[in-house]
C-alpha cells in the first residue's frame, strides 16, 4: 500500500474523483475537522472549508463538480454541498437532529444518509436539493453508513438489528432488509465495487480493523488489507482498479492505497 497523506495530522474518510484526479478527506491539521482536496498523484492539499466547525464525510458527485458533506457549522450536523473548489456553500439539511454520513446515487440525483431523528441511528433519502426526503429504514437498532448500489436500486449499511454490527442490504424503495455477515465482531463502513460485484467493508474479526471484500450475496469473504493496523473506510475508485482507506500502520491515520483485487 502508498501512504498518500503524511504528517503528525490524522486524516479519514477517503474519497476519490470520478476521473480519479482529487483525493478529497477530512484532516485535524488545522485544529478542528476541515474537508480537504489533492491531487491523486501527489502535490499540494486545498482546504476546501474554512470554519470554526468539524466538517465530515466529503463525498464527490457522479460528475465530480459538487462535494456533499456533514458539518455542525449550524451548532448540530446537517449536510451542505459545496463546489469541488469550496465554493457555493449550500444546506441541504436543517434540523434539531443529527445527519451525516452523506453520498450521492449513482445518477447524481439522490443522497443516500443516516440520521438520528427518529431512533439511535436510521437511513434516509433525499434529492440532491435536500427536498423530497424520506425514511428508507429506521428502526429500534442503529442503522449506519448507507452507500448506493452503482445501478442504484440498492442500499448497502451496517447495523446492529441482529446484535451485532452487520453488514445488509436494502431495496432504496425501503423494504425488508438482507443480512449480509453474521460476525460477532463489528462490521461497518460498506461501499460497493463499481462492477457491482464486490461489497468491500471494514471489519475487527480477525482482531483488529482490516478491509474485506464479500460477493453481494455474503459469500466468498477476503481480506484485502491483512495488516497489523487498524484499516478502515474504504473506498474504491471509479475504474475498481484501486482501493483507499485510513489507517494508522505509519503511527498517526493517514490515508492510503492499494491496486484492488479479491
Known amino acids: 500500500a502508498v501512504r498518500m497523506t503524511s504528517g503528525s495530522s490524522s486524516e479519514y474518510t477517503p474519497a476519490l474523483s470520478p476521473d480519479l484526479g482529487t483525493l478529497l478527506f477530512q484532516s485535524n491539521r488545522s485544529g478542528n475537522w476541515q474537508i480537504y482536496s489533492m491531487p491523486a498523484q501527489g502535490g499540494d492539499w486545498r482546504q476546501l472549508t474554512n470554519n470554526s466547525a468539524d466538517n465530515y464525510h466529503p463525498h464527490f458527485s457522479p460528475d465530480g463538480d459538487t462535494v456533499v458533506f456533514s458539518s455542525n ?3 448540530n450536523r446537517e449536510l451542505y454541498s459545496m463546489t469541488k473548489e469550496g465554493q457555493a ?3 441541504l439539511t436543517n434540523n434539531d437532529y443529527t445527519d451525516y454520513y452523506p453520498s450521492y446515487s449513482p445518477d447524481g440525483q439522490w443522497i443516500v ?5 427518529d431512533n439511535e441511528g436510521g437511513v434516509y433519502v433525499m434529492r440532491a ?11 429500534a437498532a442503529r442503522e449506519y453508513f448507507p452507500v448506493f448500489s452503482p445501478d442504484g436500486q440498492t442500499i448497502v449499511f451496517d447495523s446492529d438489528q441482529a446484535g451485532s454490527q452487520d453488514i445488509y442490504t436494502i431495496p432504496w424503495t425501503g423494504g425488508t432488509p438482507r443480512q449480509l455477515t453474521t460476525s460477532s465482531a463489528r462490521d461497518a463502513n460498506a461501499v460497493y465495487s463499481p462492477d457491482g460485484r464486490w461489497i468491500v467493508f471494514e471489519s475487527s474479526r480477525s482482531g483488529n480493523y482490516e478491509i474485506y471484500a ?5 459469500t466468498d469473504l477476503q481480506n484485502l488489507t491483512n495488516n497489523s493496523a487498524a484499516d478502515q473506510l474504504p473506498f474504491v475508485s471509479s475504474d475498481g482498479q484501486s482501493l483507499l482507506f485510513q489507517s494508522d500502520r505509519d ?3 493517514d490515508i492510503f492505497r492499494q491496486s484492488f483485487m479479491p
Open 73 to 75: 457549522m449550524d451548532g
Open 214 to 218: 464479500m460477493r453481494t450475496d455474503g
Open 113 to 117: 444518509y443516516q440520521s438520528n431523528r
Open 89 to 91: 456553500l449550500r444546506q
Open 251 to 253: 503511527g498517526s491515520i
Open 129 to 139: 436539493d435536500g427536498s423530497n426526503d424520506r425514511m428508507v429504514i429506521d428502526t
